[in-house]
């Protein structure tokens, strides 16, 4: 029933299933489980008065009212009102209308207005009255909104208190998409089949399935719905930590590389300092799993700049003195670059060839390397550390004695891909590299039993960074500082969050979107978020503001060859600020850089955040760190406050974890690109308690039955089984 295509729905033909599909829905199920992306509580009617008193308990509570005109809106919410006069229609530039009236209630007046959407002039008259929603604003003592959304009260009628917000697709309007989804519940009703084991539902306490999908759909009621929302979070973790568990739960294999102790002196002689002793320590734990029986799955841990690289080398250097190859896999083709330029400059003096290889490697090239991976190289020709991006397990790429896997950065990979590395590496030495400490909750999840290697020492003479908090009040000051650091032959990083393009007009739709809210209490979204800043034209008006500077700009969307050559520069010195998205957070290394400002430091989790600052400090002059924020909630402050009081990567994450929920470090990023798994929900739960049980439940149901085929799990089995198809389609 639930396979069946949604055209056997009624009212839908071949074009509306072909504006379905374009949105994956093609069958009843995927409408069923095509849920909403946030819910509007319409049903808490406020006075004009209690709007208004919320605006100006908003203002008051400010501490630093930015100096320009802050247009500040009230969080979304529903007033009754009733038209006071006609609407007035004018249309300004270029066929825009403007449709404008008052409305009041027993407690005073709101003007609202409309921009084009000129038919309501048709809709609204004097005397009538609706229920609008929306963002409200304060001019002077006026209460004011611009396309709210309106619903007409009806003697009688009544309206839903909690409306769904789905996601939609050109010709499918919320009101239709509700129709749909309500359609194809009614239809498969019968087909809603319990799959979570019963005595997980009993021990978590959450609703059946077919309850908890009515109530996503179409709440009851603002409890109902959070039981929903806690049991879809639930399931997303339970579902991926299983997968994980399921898949992660092989036995130890014995090595069929087998290595011999090898002398490291002549890699440390070429080395331009001395390792630290936790290094050292390292280096020996490794070496001691190369030559051992089994396959060495091993992580290496340790805060940003605490030298995991070397230790890598290291690694790389036993296994090719061993005879074997090599592999370097890293998220990102800047630090596939920045490690190949590192590692050939170290290791090509021993004679040693590494290569380069990722998505952008020009085909003759790539020809060539791959031929120097193969089995039939000449004598001196082969290469034996091949360095690249996940283009090395793209389909076509054999690397023959593959001896040892390095994945630097790797939970910035997303767990899809890492799954099939995993796999590619299964019988094959791998030394995992995390960039970001990971909370120990996760740690277990996304690990299991691996061995950990920590480096927890920093290489000595290590210089304390400096950070600051400040506003845009600071901005002239900070402009200052910046030419300073350059007059002084130092470089400068500018980072700004991602942007995603802005839709054109406000319209009907728009109007709905801009005053969507995601609510319940498991998270809420924050609204009083400052606009954001784009690295590119952010990068043109410092070139104004600072003409006598040199300055550069990367951002995810230039090509690969146009990132690397700006980087390239940037390493040069030919860059005196470079300003840029979060590409460069990952191991990029130009020591000369003394200073970074972080634009909308709000947005970024902490650990990005400190995984930043590492960025700085590198070299032997004092560095900066500067967080630039106007964001005026207290959890933003206080997150931006930890920042600053801590350098332990560790306990960052752990505040992390709880403020932002799993999503940063499960690489949900990565997930959510490639729109394959649905970690949406679980993402941002905050509830560390909930993901706590979801993994050791995850892990006991996998102890217990570790093929997952008795009988209460099979409908788990089915679930978790469609995880991994999924995370193997991400990768081919
Ligand atoms: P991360 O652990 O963040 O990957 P890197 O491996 O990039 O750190 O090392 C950071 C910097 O520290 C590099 O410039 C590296 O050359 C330097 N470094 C590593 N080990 C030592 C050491 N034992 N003494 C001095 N500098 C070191
Ligand atoms: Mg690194």
């Given at each position: 029933?639930?396979?069946?295509?949604?055209?056997?729905?009624?009212?839908?033909?071949?074009?509306?299933?072909?504006?379905?599909?374009?949105?994956?829905?093609?069958?009843?199920?995927?409408?069923?489980?095509?849920?909403?992306?946030?819910?509007?509580?319409?049903?808490?009617?406020?006075?004009?008065?209690?709007?208004?008193?919320?605006?100006?308990?908003?203002?008051?509570?400010?501490?630093?009212?930015?100096?320009e005109k802050v247009s500040l809106y009230s969080d979304p919410c529903a007033v009754i009102l009733t038209a006071a006069s006609e609407p007035t229609v004018k249309n300004i530039r270029r066929g825009m209308t403007l449709v404008k009236f008052r409305a009041f209630d027993d407690t005073g007046m709101c003007d609202i207005t409309y921009f084009n959407m000129g038919y309501m002039k048709d809709v609204v008259h004097t005397g009538d009255t609706f229920r609008f929603f929306g963002r409200f604003s304060l001019l002077g003592n006026r209460l004011q909104a611009a396309n709210p959304i309106y619903e007409a009260v009806r003697e009688g009628g009544t309206l839903p208190a909690i409306v769904p917000v789905y996601p939609l697709t050109a010709g499918i309007t919320q009101k239709m998409m509700a129709q749909l989804t309500s359609d194809a519940l009614r239809y498969a009703r019968s087909a809603l089949t319990e799959y979570l084991p019963p005595h997980i539902l009993s021990e978590m306490a959450l609703p059946a399935y077919s309850y908890t999908i009515d109530n996503l759909h179409r709440p009851e009621s603002m409890a109902a719905l959070e039981i929903a929302q806690r049991r879809r979070v639930f399931e997303e973790l339970f579902f991926l930590f299983t997968a994980l568990a399921a898949s992660g739960n092989k036995?130890?294999?014995?090595?069929?590389?087998?290595?011999?102790?090898?002398?490291?002196?002549?890699?440390?002689?070429?080395?331009?300092?001395?390792?630290?002793?936790?290094?050292?320590?390292?280096?020996?734990?490794?070496?001691?799993?190369?030559?051992?029986?089994?396959?060495?799955?091993?992580?290496?841990?340790?805060?940003?700049?605490?030298?995991?690289?070397?230790?890598?080398?290291?690694?790389?250097?036993?296994?090719?003195?061993?005879?074997?190859?090599?592999?370097?896999?890293?998220?990102?083709?800047?630090?596939?670059?920045?490690?190949?330029?590192?590692?050939?400059?170290?290791?090509?003096?021993?004679?040693?060839?590494?290569?380069?290889?990722?998505?952008?490697?020009?085909?003759?090239?790539?020809?060539?390397?791959?031929?120097?991976?193969?089995?039939?190289?000449?004598?001196?020709?082969?290469?034996?550390?091949?360095?690249?991006?996940?283009?090395?397990?793209?389909?076509?790429?054999?690397?023959?004695?593959?001896?040892?896997?390095?994945?630097?950065?790797?939970?910035?990979?997303?767990?899809?891909?890492?799954?099939?590395?995993?796999?590619?590496?299964?019988?094959?030495?791998?030394?995992?590299?995390?960039?970001?400490?990971?909370?120990?909750?996760?740690?277990?999840?996304?690990?299991?039993?691996?061995?950990?290697?920590?480096?927890?020492?920093?290489?000595?003479?290590?210089?304390?960074?400096?950070?600051?908090?400040?506003?845009?009040?600071?901005?002239?000051?900070?402009?200052?500082?910046?030419?300073?650091?350059?007059?002084?032959?130092?470089?400068?990083?500018?980072?700004?969050?991602?942007?995603?393009?802005?839709?054109?007009?406000?319209?009907?739709?728009?109007?709905?979107?801009?005053?969507?809210?995601?609510?319940?209490?498991?998270?809420?979204?924050?609204?009083?978020?400052?606009?954001?800043?784009?690295?590119?034209?952010?990068?043109?008006?410092?070139?104004?503001?600072?003409?006598?500077?040199?300055?550069?700009?990367?951002?995810?969307?230039?090509?690969?060859?146009?990132?690397?050559?700006?980087?390239?520069?940037?390493?040069?010195?030919?860059?005196?600020?470079?300003?840029?998205?979060?590409?460069?957070?990952?191991?990029?290394?130009?020591?000369?850089?003394?200073?970074?400002?972080?634009?909308?430091?709000?947005?970024?989790?902490?650990?990005?955040?400190?995984?930043?600052?590492?960025?700085?400090?590198?070299?032997?002059?004092?560095?900066?760190?500067?967080?630039?924020?106007?964001?005026?909630?207290?959890?933003?402050?206080?997150?931006?406050?930890?920042?600053?009081?801590?350098?332990?990567?560790?306990?960052?994450?752990?505040?992390?974890?709880?403020?932002?929920?799993?999503?940063?470090?499960?690489?949900?990023?990565?997930?959510?690109?490639?729109?394959?798994?649905?970690?949406?929900?679980?993402?941002?739960?905050?509830?560390?308690?909930?993901?706590?049980?979801?993994?050791?439940?995850?892990?006991?149901?996998?102890?217990?039955?570790?093929?997952?085929?008795?009988?209460?799990?099979?409908?788990?089995?089915?679930?978790?089984?469609?995880?991994?198809?999924?995370?193997?389609?991400?990768?081919?």
């Amino acid at each position: 029933m639930l396979n069946k295509p949604v055209t056997i729905l009624k009212n839908v033909g071949d074009k509306r299933a072909a504006a379905l599909a374009k949105m994956g829905i093609t069958t009843v199920g995927d409408l069923v489980t095509h849920f909403p992306r946030a819910y509007q509580n319409r049903g808490d009617i406020l006075t004009v008065e209690e709007v208004k008193g919320r605006l100006r308990e908003k203002l008051a509570s400010l501490t630093y009212a930015a100096e320009e005109k802050v247009s500040l809106y009230s969080d979304p919410c529903a007033v009754i009102l009733t038209a006071a006069s006609e609407p007035t229609v004018k249309n300004i530039r270029r066929g825009m209308t403007l449709v404008k009236f008052r409305a009041f209630d027993d407690t005073g007046m709101c003007d609202i207005t409309y921009f084009n959407m000129g038919y309501m002039k048709d809709v609204v008259h004097t005397g009538d009255t609706f229920r609008f929603f929306g963002r409200f604003s304060l001019l002077g003592n006026r209460l004011q909104a611009a396309n709210p959304i309106y619903e007409a009260v009806r003697e009688g009628g009544t309206l839903p208190a909690i409306v769904p917000v789905y996601p939609l697709t050109a010709g499918i309007t919320q009101k239709m998409m509700a129709q749909l989804t309500s359609d194809a519940l009614r239809y498969a009703r019968s087909a809603l089949t319990e799959y979570l084991p019963p005595h997980i539902l009993s021990e978590m306490a959450l609703p059946a399935y077919s309850y908890t999908i009515d109530n996503l759909h179409r709440p009851e009621s603002m409890a109902a719905l959070e039981i929903a929302q806690r049991r879809r979070v639930f399931e997303e973790l339970f579902f991926l930590f299983t997968a994980l568990a399921a898949s992660g739960n092989k036995k130890k294999q014995k090595s069929r590389y087998p290595m011999g102790d090898i002398d490291l002196s002549e890699f440390k002689s070429h080395l331009p300092f001395e390792l630290t002793s936790a290094q050292e320590r390292c280096v020996s734990e490794i070496a001691r799993d190369l030559s051992g029986e089994f396959v060495m799955n091993r992580m290496l841990t340790g805060d940003v700049g605490s030298g995991k690289t070397v230790v890598a080398a290291a690694a790389l250097y036993l296994a090719v003195k061993n005879g074997y190859r090599g592999a370097v896999m890293v998220p990102t083709e800047i630090l596939a670059a920045q490690h190949y330029k590192d590692l050939s400059a170290l290791f090509e003096p021993m004679g040693i060839r590494c290569a380069l290889l990722t998505g952008s490697t020009p085909k003759r090239e790539r020809d060539a390397i791959l031929a120097s991976l193969s089995p039939i190289t000449m004598e001196g020709m082969g290469t034996d550390i091949v360095i690249g991006t996940h283009a090395l397990i793209s389909g076509g790429v054999e690397i023959d004695r593959l001896g040892l896997a390095v994945i630097d950065e790797q939970h910035r990979f997303g767990v899809a891909q890492r799954a099939a590395l995993l796999e590619k590496c299964e019988s094959l030495h791998s030394l995992t590299m995390s960039a970001t400490p990971i909370p120990r909750t996760l740690t277990l999840a996304l690990y299991g039993e691996i061995d950990v290697s920590r480096i927890d020492e920093l290489p000595k003479g290590r210089q304390k960074i400096d950070t600051f908090v400040v506003n845009e009040g600071y901005r002239d000051r900070l402009n200052g500082f910046i030419r300073k650091q350059v007059d002084e032959g130092h470089q400068v990083y500018i980072v700004c969050p991602a942007v995603e393009e802005k839709k054109k007009d406000p319209s009907a739709e728009d109007a709905e979107e801009m005053s969507n809210v995601t609510f319940g209490s498991i998270w809420e979204t924050e609204t009083d978020l400052p606009p954001l800043k784009a690295a590119e034209s952010y990068a043109a008006s410092l070139a104004e503001q600072l003409p006598e500077l040199n300055i550069a700009f990367v951002h995810g969307k230039l090509k690969p060859k146009q990132k690397d050559t700006v980087m390239q520069e940037f390493s040069a010195g030919n860059v005196d600020v470079l300003v840029s998205t979060t590409v460069i957070e990952v191991g990029v290394n130009v020591p000369n850089a003394t200073l970074m400002i972080v634009e909308n430091a709000e947005r970024f989790g902490l650990s990005q955040l400190h995984q930043l600052r590492g960025r700085v400090g590198r070299g032997s002059a004092k560095s900066y760190f500067i967080l630039v924020s106007d964001a005026r909630g207290d959890t933003a402050r206080q997150r931006l406050a930890a920042i600053k009081s801590t350098t332990d990567g560790f306990r960052i994450a752990e505040y992390d974890l709880e403020q932002r929920g799993p999503g940063d470090f499960l690489g949900s990023d990565s997930i959510k690109q490639h729109g394959q798994m649905r970690l949406s929900l679980a993402a941002g739960c905050r509830d560390t308690g909930l993901i706590e049980r979801a993994v050791a439940l995850a892990k006991a149901t996998v102890a217990d039955d570790p093929t997952l085929s008795k009988e209460e799990n099979k409908g788990l089995a089915e679930k978790v089984q469609k995880l991994l198809r999924e995370s193997e389609n991400l990768v081919n």
